[in-house]
């Protein structure tokens, strides 16, 4: 079956815009969550939903955001891009969060700001 | 709060030789465990996972994991690595509704 889907792979974006990355799950998975990637902070978790509502957010600004879709499809949202969003922001999607199932990956979006 | 520390940022061994990449991890209770590994510019795929049971736990690619209750420990072990191991390996803890994530330990292989 199709793994998690996300798109675009690359975007360059330019400091104070916004951008919405997109993520769509393995079929019949409904919890999305959201990860960012940096050289410096490592892996930090962003925020996860399951059946359209957020269940747990991570320490970051309001500037990020984000939403799920009926379908369990999911969006980001980073407003108002500062240099240190430069990232590669991982989307994972799971059947649930209960404590014994696994998360799957996908490739990521690479997101470059200048 | 939970937490996981791979001590070691960046190992090199040879090709065929045996590898050891430790994990400390901090849960209040029994915890999850997870190793995943990272190509460059790749997302995360999971090598193994331990729930409960057995504390030897067998994974892809020939690695194997030992949850060690008293030393909070989860180290990953191969015991002859090939060149397409090198990449990059993370061990994480379930949180709620999360992952916790350590460092990262850099793997490079010699030939």
């Known amino acids: 079956k199709a793994g998690v889907t996300q798109t675009p792979r690359y975007l360059i974006k330019t400091r104070g815009q916004q951008v919405t990355l997109s993520c769509s799950p393995i079929?019949?998975?409904?919890?999305v969550s959201w990860y960012q990637q940096t050289p410096g902070q490592g892996l930090q978790f962003l925020f996860e939903y399951f059946s359209e509502t957020q269940r747990n957010k991570g320490n970051f600004p309001g500037r990020f955001s984000g939403r799920q879709f009926s379908n369990s499809r999911s969006e980001m949202n980073v407003s108002t891009l500062e240099l240190g969003d430069s990232a590669l922001y991982l989307c994972a999607s799971s059947l649930d969060h209960p404590r014994d199932t696994e998360a799957f990956f996908g490739q990521g979006t690479r997101l470059t700001v200048v | 709060a939970q937490s996981v520390t791979q001590p070691d940022i960046h190992i090199t061994v040879s090709e065929g030789a045996s590898l050891e990449l430790r994990c400390n991890y901090s849960y209040g209770a029994t915890p999850y465990l997870f190793w995943y590994v990272q190509s460059p510019g790749q997302g995360l795929q999971l090598l193994l996972k331990?729930?409960?049971?057995?504390?030897l736990v067998q994974g892809i690619k020939g690695f194997e994991a030992e949850f060690k209750r008293s030393q909070s420990s989860f180290n990953l072990r191969k015991p002859s690595v090939h060149w397409s191991d090198a990449a990059e390996y993370f061990c994480a803890v379930q949180g709620a509704q999360k992952l916790v994530f350590g460092q990262g330990t850099r793997l490079t292989i010699n030939p």
């Open positions: 331990y729930f409960s049971g057995d504390t």
């Open positions: 079929s019949g998975h409904r919890s």
